[in-house]
């Protein structure tokens, strides 16, 4: 099971889960949608990964904490004031059911991290579909190398980033990629997507090496120029 839980204005919450398990929940922006989820198919919930500090990403988790005061909450250091009970940052995960990989990813903030359990990336605000988070108490060069590890993850690695940005990096990557039928067909496809309320996501980093101008950045110089030009738009 994998499941995009809408949330503010463009977050997810995202659950996953082997068949007949415990969930795990990725970034609680808000209770009432994933406490109504959790509710209402009536799952249990193994885990709770943060990726960063972000109040849009660890805003619901207080009130998640007092319906599932027993569940751990992983996270990176920047976290552990904000209700992480474990901190993690970098290494290994081994819940009962899930062994979860934990990448350094920092960049957007210092010490994000992304997760990979069972070929899923869950990768906060480090990558998005067709492009990348903003740059603010990391650096270029940071954010550069982490989106370098990210890339090194296999093709067939299910992305599952926090935000519905796919329309808007895909404008912008328009302007910076050569023109290719391929990525004209997707912005087209995304859409009429996003036109009936449906998710973009999750996508394939093997997708994403196509579309994403941020992961096809030849250096530094280049990464940062482009995601300069985009903190413009």
Not at 8 to 20: F, G, S, T
Not at 40 to 50: I, K, M, R, S, T
Not at 90 to 104: A, D, K, M, N, S
Not at 185 to 208: C, F, N, W
Request: glycine share 6%; hydrophobic share 40%; charged share 20%.
């Amino acid at each position: 099971m994998l499941v995009p839980i809408p949330a503010l204005d463009d977050n997810y919450i995202w659950l996953y889960a082997r068949e007949n398990l415990p969930v795990i929940v990725i970034d609680i922006a808000e209770s009432a949608p994933l406490l109504a989820y959790l509710q209402q198919h009536q799952l249990e919930v193994e885990a709770v990964l943060l990726t960063h500090k972000h109040q849009d990403h660890v805003g619901g988790l207080a009130e998640f904490k007092r319906h599932y005061p027993n569940v751990p909450v992983f996270g990176p250091q920047e976290t552990a004031d904000l209700g992480a009970t474990q901190i993690i940052n970098e290494g290994e995960i081994r819940t009962t059911h899930y062994q979860i990989q934990v990448l350094p990813s920092g960049g957007h903030t210092e010490n994000h991290v992304s997760f990979v359990v069972d070929g899923h990336l869950f990768c906060g605000d480090t990558l998005f579909s067709g492009g990348c988070g903003r740059v603010f108490t990391g650096d270029y060069a940071q954010m550069f190398d982490s989106l370098q590890r990210l890339k090194a993850l296999l093709d067939s690695t299910i992305v599952c980033p926090a935000h519905e940005y796919t329309l808007s990096n895909l404008q912008f990557a328009e302007k910076v990629l050569p023109k290719s039928v391929f990525l004209t067909d997707y912005v087209a496809k995304i859409a009429d997507l996003r036109q009936q309320h449906q998710p973009s996501l999750p996508t394939t980093l093997g997708l994403e090496k196509r579309i994403n101008p941020f992961l096809q950045a030849e250096n530094l110089a280049q990464f940062t120029q482009w995601r300069q030009l985009k903190d413009q738009q």
